[in-house]
C-alpha cells in the first residue's frame, strides 16, 4: 500500500517520432516533336497551372531541356508524370515527364 507522502506520476508514454515523406520532383524533358501549345494544355491540365505559369515552365523546358514542374510526395509526383506523359502518347507525341528525389 502506498504511503501517503509518497508522490506517483503516471508513466511517461514513449511517443513515436513520425517523418515526413520525401519528396519528389516532376521533371518535363523537352523534345524536338511535341508542339508547345499541346505541353502547355498539359500542364494546364495535370498541373493546374494558369496559363502564363505552363507557358513559362515548357518555355524553361525548352532553353534548358528540362524545367522542374512541381514537388509532390513520391506516389503523387509518379501518378502526375505518368498522366502527363501519357497524354502526349495517346495524342502521338514523345512528350516525357520523369520524376526524382528532392534533396
Do not use: W
Not at 10 to 38: G, S, Y
Not at 53 to 65: D, E, L, S
Request: glycine share 2%; proline share 7%.
Amino acid at each position: 500500500m502506498p504511503d501517503a507522502n509518497t508522490i506517483t506520476r503516471p508513466m511517461a508514454k514513449a511517443v513515436p517520432k513520425t517523418q515526413r515523406p520525401k519528396l519528389h520532383k516532376v521533371i518535363l524533358v523537352n523534345d524536338d516533336f511535341t508542339p508547345r501549345e499541346f505541353v502547355v494544355t498539359v500542364l494546364k491540365a495535370e498541373f493546374r497551372m494558369s496559363a502564363d505559369q505552363a507557358y513559362r515552365v515548357m518555355i524553361t523546358a525548352h532553353r534548358r531541356g528540362v524545367c522542374v514542374v512541381a514537388v509532390f510526395t513520391k506516389d503523387i509526383a509518379e501518378t502526375k508524370a505518368t498522366r502527363a506523359t501519357e497524354a502526349g502518347r495517346k495524342a502521338g507525341y514523345p512528350l516525357l515527364f520523369t520524376t526524382e528525389p528532392e534533396e
